[in-house]
C-alpha cells in the first residue's frame, strides 16, 4: 500500500484560461494569470494497494459515478504509466468550501490529487513538475501549485507547459476577492465543454486570442507596479472578453444569470462612487470582485443593500500546495 495527502487551494483567473491547443495533453491556446486564494481547498488522499481491482472515488465521503471515477482514473492512469506501476487505487477528496454550489473548483481537486500521488509514490516532484502532472488532469490545477499570483505559461509541449510565480514583493496580501453567490441553480456548460464549443464555433473566438498575450502582459506589469485600478481593469476587461466569446458560439450560450448583470452594475456603481472594484466570473454565474482590502468593508456594506450575508463571502491570497501526513 502506497498512500499520500496534499491540500490543494482554489486560483481565480485575473486573464483567463480558455481554449485547448492539444486537448489530450491540455495545452492552453493562450497563456493564463491568476491568484490563488484561501478561502476554499480541497485535501485529497489516495492509497495505491495491490489489493483494489479497481479505482474508486470518494468526493466528501460519497463514492463518485463512474464518469467522475473515469476522469480521476484517466489522471491516475498516466502516474502509473509514467511510473510503471500496476496498482489501482482509492481516491479520497474533501472540498473545504462554503456549502453553495460552484464554489469547488476542480482546480483545487485536481492539484491536491497530483500532490497527493506525487507523495504516495515518493515521487519527489518539483514544483515545475507537479504543476504539469496537475495540468494534465485539470488546465487551471497547474496554478493551484503555487500560492498568490501565478501565471501559466502556455509553452507548446507537455514539457514546456506549466505555471510559475508571479513575482509580487507579496502584494497579494493587500488585496482581497469578495465572491458574490447568485447561484441561479441553471446546470451551467462546464468550463471544459463551454471553451471547446468556443474554440470549435465561436466566430469571436480570433478576438479573444488577438487580445490576450497584451492583457497578460499589462496584469504583470500592474503587478509590479502594484498598480491596482490596471490590475482590476484588465482583469474585468479581458473576462468580458472571454464571456463575449461565448455568445457567438454555435449554439450560442452565456454564464451570465440576471444577478450576475447586476453585480457587475453594482460593482460599476461602487467605482463611481469612488470604491476601486473590479469584477471577474468563470463558468458560471457567481461573481468575484477583486478589492484592495483596506475597502472590503465599504464594498460589503455597500452590497449587503442587495445581497444577503450568506451570498458574500471574503477569500484573500492563499498558499501553494501543501503535503499532509496521511
Ligand atoms: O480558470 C481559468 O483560467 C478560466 C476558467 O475558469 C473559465 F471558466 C476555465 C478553467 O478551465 P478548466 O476547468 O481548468 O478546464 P480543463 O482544463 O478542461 O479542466
Given at each position: 500500500m502506497y498512500a499520500g495527502k496534499a491540500r490543494a487551494y482554489t486560483n481565480i483567473a485575473l486573464i483567463k484560461y480558455w481554449g485547448k491547443n492539444d486537448e489530450h495533453l491540455i495545452l492552453p491556446m493562450n497563456s493564463s494569470l491568476s491568484l490563488t486564494l484561501d478561502a476554499f481547498y480541497t485535501e485529497t488522499s489516495v492509497y495505491f494497494d495491490e489489493t483494489l481491482t479497481e479505482d474508486s472515488f470518494f468526493l466528501d465521503g460519497k463514492q463518485q459515478d463512474s464518469k467522475q471515477t473515469a476522469k480521476i482514473s484517466k489522471f491516475l492512469d498516466l502516474v502509473r504509466q509514467q511510473q510503471n506501476l500496476a496498482l489501482f487505487a482509492k481516491v479520497d477528496s474533501k472540498n473545504f468550501v462554503p456549502t453553495a454550489a460552484g464554489l469547488a473548483s476542480s482546480a483545487s481537486g485536481l492539484a491536491a490529487l497530483a500532490g497527493a500521488c506525487s507523495d504516495a509514490l515518493n515521487l519527489q516532484l518539483t514544483k515545475t513538475e507537479l504543476s504539469r502532472l496537475a495540468r494534465r488532469g485539470s488546465g487551471s490545477a497547474c496554478r493551484s501549485i503555487f500560492g498568490g499570483f501565478a501565471e501559466w505559461q502556455k509553452g507548446d509541449s507537455d514539457q514546456t507547459s506549466f505555471a510559475q510565480t508571479v513575482p509580487?514583493?507579496?502584494?497579494?496580501?493587500?488585496l482581497a476577492m469578495l465572491f458574490v453567490l447568485v447561484d441561479d441553480g441553471m446546470k451551467d456548460i462546464s468550463s471544459r465543454d463551454g471553451m471547446k464549443r468556443t474554440v470549435d464555433t465561436s466566430s469571436f473566438y480570433s478576438g479573444w486570442l488577438d487580445n490576450v498575450e497584451a492583457d497578460l502582459a499589462v496584469a504583470k506589469q500592474a503587478i509590479k507596479e502594484k498598480d491596482f485600478n490596471k490590475l482590476g481593469q484588465v482583469t474585468e476587461a479581458n473576462g468580458l472578453r472571454m464571456h463575449g466569446t461565448t455568445l457567438a458560439a454555435v449554439p450560442p450560450f452565456t454564464y451570465w444569470s440576471p444577478d450576475s448583470l447586476k453585480v457587475m452594475q453594482l460593482v460599476r456603481l461602487a467605482r463611481q462612487k469612488g470604491l476601486p472594484c473590479y469584477f471577474t466570473m468563470d463558468a458560471g454565474p457567481n461573481v468575484k470582485i477583486l478589492v484592495e482590502k483596506k475597502n472590503l468593508p465599504a464594498l460589503k456594506l455597500f452590497l449587503s443593500e442587495h445581497f444577503s450575508k450568506e451570498q458574500l463571502i471574503t477569500a484573500y491570497a492563499g498558499p501553494g500546495i501543501e503535503g499532509i501526513p496521511v
Open positions: 509580487s514583493d507579496n502584494w497579494e496580501n493587500e
